[in-house]
């Protein structure tokens, strides 16, 4: 459908929009696409501005995965009014989703250990700083999810508790092994004196 005439002179557009209700200018600005039309966008929003209108948005913190934990809270009902509830709810968010970063970015390492039939001295120091890694990028996550200032050391503590339960995996003895070979001069990069 071709758009009438009115919708390509924005003034015509403006006054246009003057002559629509509440509930119709509403409309057009939750279906206007904001990027695609953006003149006519910011000409809705003037609109809505003058007439002292704000739009009611519902919250939809679980309809997309959004980074943003004290939504989160926010979005779990009578814990979002409960200064002690929402706190405690939010630090145990925290740490579990800590731990559970830390410990998805733990996972190939602990397979490729597992997999590898004869471990080098490289191969290992690499595989060890891949998991300091995973412990930096558990932590970081966090932080970007919203655990900012004193929350930052329970996401620490997530963290460090998934990267403690990795140190003492299998998987950990036979990298500090291979490692230790090195020092021993039985094998690995030569350096046996």
């Known amino acids: 459908m071709i758009a009438p005439p009115w919708w390509f002179d924005l003034r015509q557009y403006r006054a246009h929009l003057q002559q629509y ?39 939809r913190p679980f309809a997309t995965l959004d980074w943003d934990l004290p939504q989160w809270v926010r979005a779990l009902g009578w814990l979002g009014y409960s200064p002690l509830g929402s706190r405690l709810m939010f630090g145990l968010l925290t740490l579990l989703l800590s731990l559970l970063l830390t410990g998805l970015a733990l996972v190939p390492i602990w397979l490729a250990v597992r997999l590898i039939r004869f471990l080098d001295p490289f191969t290992a120091f690499v595989l060890l700083m891949g998991a300091v890694w995973a412990w930096g990028a558990g932590t970081v996550l966090t932080w970007k999810a919203g655990a900012r200032g004193g ?36 094998g690995g990069w030569g350096v046996g004196w």
């Open 151 to 186: 929350w930052l050391f329970i996401a620490l503590l997530g963290s460090s508790a998934a990267l403690w339960g990795f140190l003492h995996t299998q998987a950990f003895a036979r990298m500090l092994d291979a490692l230790q070979q090195l020092l021993r001069g039985s």
């Open 21 to 59: 209700s509440d509930e119709e200018l509403l409309d057009v600005y939750f279906h206007i696409h904001p990027v695609r039309y953006r003149a006519h966008y910011l000409c809705v929003l003037r609109e809505l501005r003058r007439r002292g209108i704000k739009p009611h948005i519902a919250p």
